[in-house]
């Protein structure tokens, strides 16, 4: 198996967001939980760029759509 290419914190930071412990510990606790029928790349949170950006990843099965998974994940948690 390969180690991934990208940490959950470079995910923030490639959103423009807090990528210390703090600052996605604070983003999660802000946002939690996600309604389950809201998809990740509709909340209302999100910049019209970064929702864009979560899309492609995801649509491509890119490099960052694991982390992206691990996001959603983390934002559906009470």
Request: aromatic share 10%; charged share 25%; no cysteine.
């Given at each position: 198996?390969?180690?991934?290419?990208?940490v959950f914190s470079?995910?923030f930071a490639q959103?423009?967001?807090?990528?210390?412990?703090?600052?996605?510990?604070?983003?999660?606790?802000?946002?939690?939980?996600?309604?389950?029928?809201?998809?990740?790349?509709?909340?209302?949170?999100?910049?019209?760029?970064?929702?864009?950006?979560?899309?492609?990843?995801?649509?491509?099965?890119?490099?960052?759509?694991?982390?992206?998974?691990?996001?959603n994940s983390a934002?559906?948690?009470?």
């Amino acid at each position: 198996m390969e180690k991934p290419i990208h940490v959950f914190s470079d995910l923030f930071a490639q959103l423009g967001l807090p990528d210390d412990a703090a600052g996605i510990d604070a983003f999660i606790k802000a946002h939690s939980p996600l309604p389950e029928f809201v998809k990740l790349t509709d909340a209302p949170f999100w910049t019209a760029g970064q929702a864009a950006f979560l899309r492609e990843q995801l649509a491509n099965d890119a490099d960052w759509a694991e982390l992206v998974d691990q996001l959603n994940s983390a934002l559906r948690r009470t």
